[in-house]
């Protein structure tokens, strides 16, 4: 019995060292996901327009619109601890349309958003692999006003203009170069002045609600 317990002695102090081993090895700790570098991606969504159309000589012809939108965007991304700072940059071709009758309701007013371009600054928190994040800054786009009585009489303005873009957003990094990402958009051009048919004056306050989806590439 003496025998079996000194058997017993020298097998627990063999482990005792093994163990203590094991407990001061450092614990693997995960690393978390860099969102640093530059980035470049595509999106696909849709958008509504909110058209407010003023006659100068008297006269509206508010509508709203909806269409599809799709296009490509780049930027880069500075990280500091949980928190990412960037500067990103895209463009969308558009077919947001939408038309009311004017106030002579022999001709239809129409307003055609041809692109949607976007030049902005992001704040986000970073939990990980989910980015959470505020955008806003330039909006660009290119829009036309028309007018059309369906027999040949019509008239229309194109103009490029600028105005003011805000929005968030949510991108999760499903490897360290690929990411995906939604996003809500709100554009204001404020008010323009256009040309339609017979030389009529108008003019037009115009803003845009967007979502899309989309996803980046980290080089």
């Not at 002695?9 to 060292?17: D, G, K, R």
């Not at 980015?131 to 006003?145: A, S």
Request: glycine fraction near 16%; include cysteine; aromatic fraction near 12%.
């Amino acid at each position: 019995m003496i025998r079996n317990f000194a058997r017993v002695l020298v097998f627990a102090a063999m482990a005792v060292p093994a163990t203590a081993a094991d407990m001061s090895a450092p614990l693997a700790v995960p690393v978390s996901s860099d969102w640093s570098g530059f980035y470049l991606g595509a999106h696909l969504g849709g958008g509504k327009s909110i058209i407010d159309w003023t006659y100068d000589l008297g006269g509206t012809a508010d509508h709203e619109g909806e269409g599809v939108l799709g296009g490509a965007q780049a930027g880069y991304n500075f990280q500091s601890g949980d928190w990412v700072f960037g500067l990103e940059a895209d463009i969308s071709a558009s077919g947001i349309e939408g038309d009311t009758d004017c106030p002579n309701p022999a001709f239809t007013c129409s307003s055609d958003a041809k692109w949607l371009s976007t030049v902005r600054g992001r704040v986000g928190y970073s939990f990980d692999k989910l980015l959470v994040y505020g955008t806003g800054g330039l909006g660009i786009g290119r829009f036309e006003m028309s007018t059309d009585n369906g027999a040949g009489t019509s008239g229309s303005t194109t103009k490029t203009d600028t105005g003011w873009v805000a929005g968030a957003g949510v991108e999760y990094a499903i490897s360290p170069r690929w990411s995906v990402k939604a996003e809500y958009m709100y554009y204001d051009f404020g008010s323009t002045d256009y040309t339609v048919d017979g030389g009529l004056g108008i003019e037009v306050d115009q803003r845009y609600h967007t979502g899309k989806v989309g996803v980046n590439f980290k080089f």
